[in-house]
């Protein structure tokens, strides 16, 4: 076996590419975790906003078809539009009607009742009310 004497200039120089050698390769590697964790984000995201457009795309045909109605009040044929309406739904878990200044009737997946109107949480573009929380009496 062959004996390598070197000098501390060789030794820092080997350890100088070792080290070089070692970050090229951990940088190769981070940037392909990066690559791959980018486009993973990126599919999540698409696949998040075409769920969005979905739920809006059902909202608006409800809303159109429930709007062409006509209907007044909260009796029966109303209430059983809605249900139909809400069973037909993929996204839709409730559906909730104006009857008074006070009153909402609602259809939900376990239940019809009326609640107590509150303010919405929030209103779209579409003048479309949005509550979060259900609000019923007790």
Same mark, same amino acid.
């Given at each position: ?13 080997? *350890? ?18 990066q690559n791959q964790f980018r486009k993973e984000l990126d599919q999540q ?31 029966? *044929? ?8 809400l069973f037909d739904s993929q996204y839709i878990k409730g559906i909730s ?42």
């Amino acid at each position: 076996m062959k004996e390598y004497n070197l000098s501390i200039k060789d030794w820092a120089l080997v *350890i100088i590419i070792s080290t070089l050698m070692m970050s090229v390769f951990f940088s190769l590697g981070l940037f392909a975790l990066q690559n791959q964790f980018r486009k993973e984000l990126d599919q999540q995201v698409d696949q998040a906003l075409t769920k969005i457009q979905d739920v809006v795309k059902e909202a608006q045909v409800t809303l159109l078809y429930l709007n062409s109605l006509n209907v007044v009040g909260c009796g029966p *044929i109303t209430l059983k539009e809605m249900q139909k309406t809400l069973f037909d739904s993929q996204y839709i878990k409730g559906i909730s009607f104006k009857e008074s200044a006070n009153s909402i009737c609602n259809v939900g997946i376990q239940n019809t009742r009326t609640t107590k109107k509150t303010s919405p949480d929030f209103i779209g573009p579409k003048k479309i009310s949005v509550w979060l929380k259900e609000h019923t009496n007790k």
